[in-house]
């Protein structure tokens, strides 16, 4: 038997919680790119070997979209653009968190309700990357089945993908800004 939990949170709530962001991105503001990328690979491992709810995991798998995104070099994402994944990221890159991640059962809750705003705010980003990642696996695929790229390197049949994707992730994002959605990231 399933359950399933709903519950709202009110402009008061989100205000706490980007507060928090905010702490949390101050304190980690020291930390290079490298070192954002490894303590969420290292947060990952740590759910993984906790064996934590499915549906803390089914959250957090979102943050390995999010690392893959600012290192994948065939994406090549802007440095503005990196810079907004990379402070998204900040939060899960410090260990002291609003609940201890060694509480059993909770202790990645926390970061489960911060991956969820933090897939709002970058749901251009994803959505966009999850398609040049599927984009790319099948056109790899069908070019090996059919003996292309004779002359088309793979650079060539990825950039005109790439394009559209970026520019129609960027659209959004400039739509969705001032529709009173929760904005946690700032480039400065």
Not at 69 to 98: C, G, Q
Not at 128 to 148: L, P
Not at 174 to 183: E, L, M, V
């Amino acid at each position: 038997m399933s359950i399933q939990i709903t519950f709202d949170l009110s402009d008061k709530d989100l205000d706490h919680f980007r507060e928090i962001i905010g702490k949390t991105r101050d304190a980690a503001s020291h930390l290079k790119p490298a070192q954002i990328i490894d303590a969420t690979a290292g947060l990952l491992q740590k759910v993984e070997e906790a064996e934590a709810p499915e549906f803390i995991l089914e959250r957090l798998r979102v943050l390995e979209c999010l690392k893959d995104m600012v290192t994948d070099a065939e994406w090549n994402l802007s440095d503005e653009e990196k810079h907004r994944v990379l402070n998204a990221l900040m939060y899960f890159s410090e260990p002291d968190d609003i609940i201890p991640d060694h509480v059993p059962g909770l202790g990645f809750l926390d970061d489960a309700i911060m991956v969820e705003l933090v897939a709002r705010e970058l749901e251009p980003e994803i959505e966009a990357y999850k398609e040049f990642c599927s984009f790319r696996s099948s056109e790899e695929a069908r070019r090996q089945s059919r003996g292309d790229d004779a002359e088309v390197t793979r650079e060539e049949w990825l950039k005109d993908k790439r394009a559209v994707l970026h520019s129609r992730m960027r659209r959004r994002r400039a739509g969705s800004a001032g529709k009173g959605g929760w904005r946690i990231i700032s480039l400065g």
